[in-house]
C-alpha cells in the first residue's frame, strides 16, 4: 500500500491515532464554548478556554515529536554505507 497507512509502524500510528482523538475533542469543545458565547457572553468560559490551550499544545508535540521520529529515521538510512561496488560516479 503505496502511501497509505500500511507502511508506517506501529508508533507512528498511535501518534496519529492520538492525534486524530485529540483534533476531534478540539473541535468539539471549540465548538461547545463558541455556542456557549452566542447564547450568554457573561458564561466564564476561561477553563474550557484553558482546555483547549493544552489541548492545542499536545497535538503539536505529538505532531513535532512524529516529524523529529521520521527524520531522524531518514537520516539513519542516509548515513547507512551502500553495499555494492563503487564505480565513483
Given at each position: 500500500?503505496?502511501?497509505?497507512?500500511?507502511?508506517?509502524?506501529?508508533?507512528?500510528?498511535m501518534?496519529?491515532?492520538?492525534?486524530?482523538?485529540?483534533?476531534?475533542?478540539?473541535?468539539?469543545?471549540?465548538?461547545t464554548?463558541?455556542?456557549?458565547?452566542?447564547?450568554?457572553?457573561?458564561?466564564?468560559?476561561?477553563?474550557?478556554?484553558?482546555?483547549?490551550?493544552?489541548?492545542?499544545?499536545?497535538?503539536?508535540?505529538?505532531?513535532?515529536?512524529?516529524l523529529?521520529?521520521?527524520?531522524?529515521?531518514?537520516?539513519?538510512?542516509?548515513?547507512?554505507?551502500?553495499?555494492?561496488?563503487?564505480?565513483?560516479?
Open positions: 500500500m503505496a502511501g497509505g497507512l500500511g507502511d508506517r509502524s506501529t508508533i507512528e500510528l501518534v496519529l491515532a492520538l492525534t486524530v482523538t485529540i483534533c476531534g475533542l478540539l473541535f468539539l469543545i471549540g465548538g464554548v463558541a455556542v456557549i458565547e452566542i447564547v450568554d457572553p457573561a458564561v466564564d468560559t476561561s477553563a474550557a478556554v484553558s482546555a483547549l490551550t493544552d489541548l492545542l499544545s499536545m497535538i503539536l508535540g505529538a505532531l513535532l515529536g512524529l523529529a521520529g521520521r527524520s531522524e529515521r531518514a537520516t539513519e538510512l542516509h548515513r547507512q554505507p551502500t553495499t555494492g561496488r563503487d564505480d565513483g560516479l
